[in-house]
T-cell receptor, first 112, second 113 residues
Framework: RKEVEQDPGPFNVPEGATVAFNCTYS??????FFWYRQDCRKEPKLLMS???SGNEDGRFTAQLNRASQYISLLIRDSKLSDSATYLCVVNPLSGGYNKLIFGAGTRLAVHP | DGGITQSPKYLFRKEGQNVTLSCEQN?????MYWYRQDPGQGLRLIYYSQIVNDFQKGDIAEGYSVSREKKESFPLTVTSAQKNPTAFYLCASSIGGRLETQYFGPGTRLLVL
């Protein structure tokens, strides 16, 4: 079983749609969770951290469910510019350093 | 502007050749990392350095080497021992500590001739 698993997609949605991605992680001791966005042939960029209480940033909402070991990302009112790959990232707090485990990503394509 | 730079953007390697990828940061971050990204896979850690003059192997260090002589710089050498070097290489840095956000450079795409 992979440490961080994501549905690779692609999710094809029209502009204005609401779309949600889930990600599961295997290490129950994981402490920190993030969503990164990666555009084609570019570097990943931090989209948002995921807090236990959930957090919202504009059209983006992230949730953490520790009991079921998954995190989610909800995008409301999708824009063409949201088209990208979304990486789920987990810090298992192991190995004695700032270790991050990356999912393979979920691809989102927003069309007119 | 503070940030992380990587060069070159594209690099071509011949058989048996060692090549070095540059990574520089002016964020005053203590920790730096090298990752490799292959299609359909998550980023995998090659090497990391938590402080100057110290570095540790990550999950896939075989065929790679690094140095950390300056806080700002963390070059990666892809040696001839790395039999499948074609990939997108990403350098990252963070403040330090074990729960800090990592910020990425623009990446170097390495291709084998």
């Amino acid at each position: 079983r992979k440490e961080v698993e994501q549905d690779p997609g692609p999710f094809n949605v029209p502009e204005g749609a609401t779309v949600a991605f889930n990600c599961t992680y295997s290490n129950s001791a994981s402490q920190s969770f993030f969503w990164y966005r990666q555009d084609c042939r570019k570097e990943p960029k931090l989209l948002m951290s995921v807090y236990s209480s959930g957090n919202e940033d504009g059209r983006f909402t992230a949730q953490l469910n520790r009991a079921s070991q998954y995190i989610s990302l909800l995008i409301r009112d999708s824009k063409l510019s949201d088209s990208a790959t979304y990486l789920c990232v987990v810090n298992p707090l192991s190995g004695g350093y700032n270790k991050l485990i990356f999912g393979a990503g979920t691809r989102l394509a927003v069309h007119p | 502007d503070g940030g992380i730079t990587q060069s070159p953007k594209y690099l071509f390697r011949k058989e048996g050749q060692n090549v070095t990828l540059s990574c520089e940061q002016n964020l005053n971050h203590d920790a730096m990392y090298w990752y490799r990204q292959d299609p359909g896979q998550g980023l995998r850690l090659i090497y990391y350095s938590q402080i100057v003059n110290d570095f540790q192997k990550g999950d896939i260090a075989e065929g790679y080497s690094v140095s950390r002589e300056k806080k700002e710089s963390f070059p990666l050498t892809v040696t001839s021992a790395q039999k499948n070097p074609t990939a997108f290489y990403l350098c990252a840095s963070s403040i330090g500590g074990r729960l800090e956000t990592q910020y990425f450079g623009p990446g170097t795409r390495l291709l084998v001739l």
